[in-house]
Every structure is written in C-alpha cells, then in structure tokens.
C-alpha cells in the first residue's frame, strides 16, 4: 500500500525539553520550593519533592532519550545551585551539570541549555529579584561563571524561557511566587531589566563562544477575540497580541522599548538573538474588558479539557502562521517546547501528528526550521497546577518514580529515528485522523 510520508532536513534536531527545578528534585534554595511550601499555592497541595530525580540520577531519563531516537535535549540550569549565596559559587553543583552535559553529549544528543526558566535564588528575591535594576549585574555575574565553567558543552543558549509569561504570572495573576510588590509597574520594571540582562548574557557568550547560538524561547498564542465578539473584542485582540507576542521580539530585534512594555533605547540589545524560540501549546481567546487580571482566556470553541481543570484549545494551523509571522527576522527558528497534557494519551498522538504536519509545511516553504523539542521527555511537576497535569511522552509516577511508555512515546520515536511523519504513522497511532490528515485514497490495481 502506498504512504504519504513527509521527510525532514537531515540535520534536523529532534529533541525533548525540560526545566531544573522540575525534574531535578529538591531544588530548596529558591522561590518556587518556598512558594511549594505555603498552602494553597499548588493545584492538589503537590510539590515538587524528588521531582524527576535528575539531581540524583538524569543519566536514566538520557539513556531514554537516546532509546527513543532524539537528538537533541533542551534543559536549564539552577541558578540557585550554582551560586547559593550572592557571589559564592558550589563547584560540586557545576560539575554535576558538567556530568549532565557530557552525559548528553556522549549519547550524541546536543544540549541546549536554559540559564533562567521561572526559578530565581532565594538571595535575589530579597534583593528585588528582576524589578530591582542590580539584578543586571547579578545576572552577568552568573552568565560569566556558566559560560566559564561550562561554556565548552552548551552550542544552543536560551537566556530566558518564556519571559513574558513569566512576567505576567508574577507580577500580575499570582500565579507564580509573586513578590511583595507587584503590578504591571513593577511588572515593567522587570520587562526592562530581564532584556538588559538578556543583552549583556548574549554578548558574553558570543565572546567567548562566537559560534554559539543564542536565543529566548518565547512563548507564542495566537490571539482570537471571543466567539461572538464584537469590534472592541477584535481591537483588543490587536492589542494582546502586540504585547505578548511581538514586543519582546522587537524589543530584542531593534534594542527599542515601546509601549506598552516600557519607553526608550536600550544599550546594545539590537540583533541580540541568532534564532527564534517558538513555544507553542494552545490558542488564546480574548474579551475586552478582560476579566480579573488575565490577558486571556485559554478555551477556544473547539477547545478540548485535558488533564485538570485546565481547557486548552489545540489549533496545530496556529503553529504555521505563528512561524510565518516570525519570518519577519530572518533567522532559523527551533519550536522549543510543544506539548499538551494528557496522562491517558488519548490525545497526544495526534496532537504530535498533526502539530508536526504543520512544521513540515512549513519547511516545505523553505522556512528555516532547524529542531523540533517536544514538551516533555517524562512527566514533571508542573508549576502551580503541581502533578495534575502530565506532559510525559513517558509516564512517570512520582511516588514510586517509575516511568513507563507511553504510546505518543513510541510514535515519538519513530518520528525522530525515520525522520519523518507518515500515513503509516497515522493508521497505528492516531487512525482517526487519515480521513482528514491523509484523504487521498490508495489507487486499486488493475488485475488481468
Ligand atoms: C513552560 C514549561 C511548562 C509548560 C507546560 C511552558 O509554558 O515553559 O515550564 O511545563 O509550559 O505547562
């Protein structure tokens, strides 16, 4: 039987993603284990305890990744293990990230490497942590020591992961360990200096490493007003958008602020990012007024529940267009984190089917897609929505932390091993969607 097959580049990165302090476990000296500790902060009254046991033991989940067939693992640092006092370095933490980085090396998977994903050192919080302008000049401090010590590992850097989301849920929604003073002053403030810290980390790393890539993984919606909306809803879909997914890209693209985010030039930013980092996960749709403090709500009409009380609307042709709205800088773009959370795998399947259908026409169209890293290797603690939500293409229980495989898991990995998607593919994982993801029929032979 003949099978539509759409092939990727052959250097194509396929790759999976994580964050420290949601699989290494015991990560005690910053914000988030604190905030963990507080009741009523975290979905279920979860922490994230042992997390994955990477801390212990990530060398496991990496043979996993090998066995699955990728090539490429996105993971961040602790800056609170590397520097648990202000200007006092642990050099046993540094060299078990050493140890990590070989580790991923030696199985051939090429590390691409977070230096801030949500967590902040207790220190820093006390100090003002992003809202105070002095965090520039810590973050420097930090960035030098990793591009020292480590800085021979790392070919792909992400300063900041998703850094308006970030923003948002501290400053604004408490969703996050929020700081004494908050609000979109502050929020600002912050915007400001985590692009200032962003600046002078891409220009270190780039002098001592100039053949290092060095980008932001940026989180992506598209932005669609309220079914039924009307002309104030479209206008402040308009408005969403430019805030939360152009101006840091600009921001970063010119070396300007501009409203909403901020006003004025700052010092050497322009032409700061060698690619684009696209995290993409689900649509956004918006009512104007917006309720409460969120910018956006996440249900969509076609929105599906998965996992919690958590909607999430799955629109994989929002991943074309939000590449082709990116074309804009003319550098490669790697989807750094895609994911959705469903701990039946019912849904997952098809979600990588058809999110990857995309990414290949995109690349069809000679858009430079470099890598594909899929939200997440093994489920982890998920924020403040702790182990309600599971991400894993491989399930892991945190109690027993015994992982096991999920179907996606396996598609995953014949993905990454042919390098390609294919009706085959489709018909054993995901058989409901041939009709619409592969309508052609299969030509009858004519017999004698
Ligand atoms: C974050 C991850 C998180 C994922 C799924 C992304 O926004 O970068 O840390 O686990 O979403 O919720």
């Not at 039987?1 to 194509?12: G, K, L, N, Q, S």
């Not at 996993?64 to 090539?71: D, I, L, P, V």
């Not at 915007?191 to 891409?202: E, K, Q, T, W």
């Not at 929505?385 to 995953?412: A, V, Y």
């Amino acid at each position: 039987m003949a099978d539509a097959t759409m092939f990727f580049p052959a250097d194509f990165l396929w790759g999976t993603a994580t964050s420290s302090h949601q699989v290494e476990g015991h990560n005690v000296n910053n914000d988030w284990w604190q905030w963990e500790q507080e009741e009523g902060h975290i979905l279920d009254g979860g922490d994230s305890r042992v997390a994955c046991d990477w801390w212990e033991n990530a060398e496991a989940d990496f043979d996993r990744a090998k066995e699955m067939g990728t090539n490429a693992h996105r993971m961040s640092l602790e800056w609170s293990r590397i520097e648990p006092e202000p200007g006092a370095f642990d050099s046993v933490a540094i060299e078990r990230y050493r140890e990590m980085l070989q580790g991923l090396h030696d199985r051939e998977i090429e590390p691409m490497v977070t230096l801030h994903h949500f967590t902040n050192p207790l220190w820093l919080v006390e100090k003002g942590d992003f809202s105070t302008d002095l965090v520039v000049d810590y973050f420097q401090r930090y960035t030098d020591k990793v591009v020292a010590e480590l800085g021979d590992l790392i070919p792909k850097w992400v300063t900041f992961n998703e850094p308006l989301v970030y923003v948002l849920a501290r400053y604004l929604q408490h969703a996050f360990p929020a700081p004494e003073t908050r609000g979109w002053l502050e929020g600002r403030r912050a915007i400001g200096n985590m692009l200032r810290s962003h600046a002078a980390a891409y220009h270190t790393i780039k002098e001592s490493y100039p053949n290092a890539l060095v980008g932001v993984a940026k989180h992506f919606r598209a932005i669609i007003p309220r079914k039924d909306g009307n002309w104030l809803d479209a206008w402040w879909a308009g408005r969403v958008a430019r805030l939360f997914n152009d101006s840091w890209m600009e921001s970063m693209a010119s070396g300007r602020l501009r409203w909403p985010v901020g006003r004025g030039i700052i010092k050497d930013l322009a032409h700061t990012f060698d690619f684009v980092g696209i995290n993409y996960y689900s649509r956004a749709h918006v009512r104007f007024p917006p309720r409460g403090n969120r910018l956006y709500e996440e249900q969509g009409p076609n929105g599906v529940m998965i996992d919690g009380d958590q909607p999430s609307g799955s629109y994989p042709g929002d991943l074309f267009t939000i590449i082709q709205s990116n074309m804009r800088h003319g550098k490669p773009i790697y989807i750094t984190e895609n994911g959705l959370p469903d701990a039946t795998d019912n849904l997952r399947p098809a979600y990588i089917l058809t999110h990857l259908r995309e990414l290949w026409r995109a690349i069809s169209f000679n858009y430079p897609i470099m890598g594909y890293y899929h939200w997440s290797l093994v489920d982890n603690f998920e924020w403040e929505r702790g182990w309600t939500q599971r991400f894993g293409l491989i399930e892991m229980d945190p109690q027993t932390q015994e992982r096991r495989w999920r179907s996606s898991g396996r598609l995953f990995s014949e993905i990454c091993k042919s390098n390609s998607v294919s009706s085959d593919m489709a018909r054993r994982y995901a058989p409901q969607l041939l009709e619409t993801m592969f309508p052609g029929k299969t030509p009858v032979k004519n017999v004698d």
